[in-house]
């Protein structure tokens, strides 16, 4: 029988980090982690809605984006609620509704509902000022025109209160778009 010969080779031992070198590899990503979070915490809120009447089912929960206040038709934006909207909503209260009317826009609020350059809404007859034992007269009848930097927004029931009832929204008030979660 050949003998065979074993030769063995020293495998060099993998070199242990210092302890510094891994004290500041983890204080760099620890570092890295705040600043993402922080940003996110910056930008990013969560809405939740807690009425009991929602104007806007199914949802509940929302992300709201404070850097986007690019506003377009239909979406959701999130904004701070005035005196002007009590009793149902308190100062600085966080509202989402949906941007309904833009500046140049047309705006009628009648006994029937609102129309939107000559478009019915859906869900747009002040049926909230009957609840509230008011007639429509005591709200928007008639026409308006949105200016420049103020919203039309509404909710998707009947009984949201909204611009029906308080008026335009100025832009100045938008927090930022809101998303629907869940």
């Not at 910056?42 to 929960?61: T, V």
């Amino acid at each position: 029988m050949i003998g065979s010969v074993l030769i063995s080779k020293s495998q060099p031992k993998p070199s242990l980090e210092t302890w510094d070198r891994f004290a500041l590899k983890a204080l760099l990503v620890l570092t890295a982690i705040l600043i993402l979070i922080g940003y996110g915490c910056a930008r990013y809120r969560i809405g939740i809605d807690d009425q009991i009447s929602q104007c806007l089912p199914p949802y509940r929960w929302y992300l709201i984006d404070t850097f986007d206040r690019d506003i377009q038709r239909d979406q959701l934006i999130a904004f701070r609620a005035t005196d002007a909207m009590a009793p149902y909503f308190r100062r600085e209260q966080t509202i989402i509704k949906r941007v309904a009317g833009m500046p140049g826009d047309q705006v009628a609020v009648t006994a029937d509902g609102t129309l939107i350059n000559g478009i019915m809404q859906p869900q747009s007859d002040p049926a909230l000022a009957k609840a509230l034992g008011l007639s429509v007269a005591d709200f928007l009848v008639g026409s308006l025109t949105i200016h420049d930097g103020f919203l039309w927004v509404m909710g998707a029931t009947r009984d949201s209160f909204d611009s029906r009832y308080w008026g335009v929204l100025p832009n100045s008030q938008v927090i930022g778009r809101a998303y629907a979660l869940f």
